[in-house]
């Protein structure tokens, strides 16, 4: 009886290996062996979370590589129109004209930087909650003369890493202040540009038209 008994644990016991396809199914089957199991197990959680942080990266620096691309296309627009208005062949009826869609691609550009992914914002640096940039309404001066309203930015300027593997961390973001140079002391703040541009086309100024075009080059 007691060989019987013996026997039929060791035959239940490779049933079990044999329908599950696992060797170890209980801690008591080897301690030893379980432990290592497990702790094979634990690193092939991480791998599946480095894997889910790589494609988390992968969303959001596309959607920014998207962003930068039509920002950079909307940029090239801007200095065709500015040749246009700097033209002496251009008159001050066909420079509002300019200024106007100038002003829209102004619009458009924000909206980029404000490009989301899987609900967080792109370009807000660590914030990724808080939406990067604001547009204040538009005013006029004492000549009647509209003045785009000013665009401000409210994340931050840390940059977010993810842990892609045992030891390497990979940057996935980048702060809008630093691409569009918005209150940043060392860059030109291109939504101010484009507004002073506007102001330019619309006060028929050809000279600061003219200097604006090197700038913008």
Do not use: C, H, W
Not at 68 to 89: C, D, I, K
Not at 185 to 212: H, K, S
Request: aromatic share 8%; glycine share 6%; no cysteine.
């Amino acid at each position: 009886m007691f060989n019987l008994k013996n026997s039929k644990s060791r035959f239940d016991t490779a049933i079990t290996q044999t329908t599950s396809g696992k060797k170890l199914n209980n801690l008591s089957d080897s301690p030893a062996d379980m432990a290592y199991v497990l702790t094979m197990r634990s690193k092939i959680d991480q791998i599946d979370q480095f894997d889910r942080n790589i494609d988390s990266a992968y969303k959001m620096l596309s959607t920014s590589e998207t962003a930068l691309s039509q920002t950079q296309n909307l940029l090239y627009s801007v200095t065709s129109l500015l040749e246009q208005g700097a033209s002496e062949t251009t008159d001050p009826a066909g420079r509002l004209m300019i200024a106007d869609r100038i002003d829209a691609i102004r619009d458009e550009m924000m909206n980029f930087a404000n490009s989301e992914v899987m609900g967080k914002y792109a370009f807000s640096g660590s914030a990724i909650d808080t939406i990067p940039f604001t547009k204040a309404a538009d005013t006029t001066d004492i000549n009647g003369v509209v003045i785009p309203g000013v665009i401000t930015y409210g994340g931050n300027n840390d940059t977010m890493n993810t842990q892609a593997d045992f030891s390497v961390q990979v940057g996935m973001n980048i702060p809008g202040d630093d691409v569009f140079g918005v209150g940043s002391a060392t860059q030109t703040d291109i939504f101010d540009r484009l507004a002073d541009i506007t102001y330019a086309l619309r006060t028929d100024d050809t000279t600061q038209l003219g200097a604006y075009q090197s700038d913008m080059d």
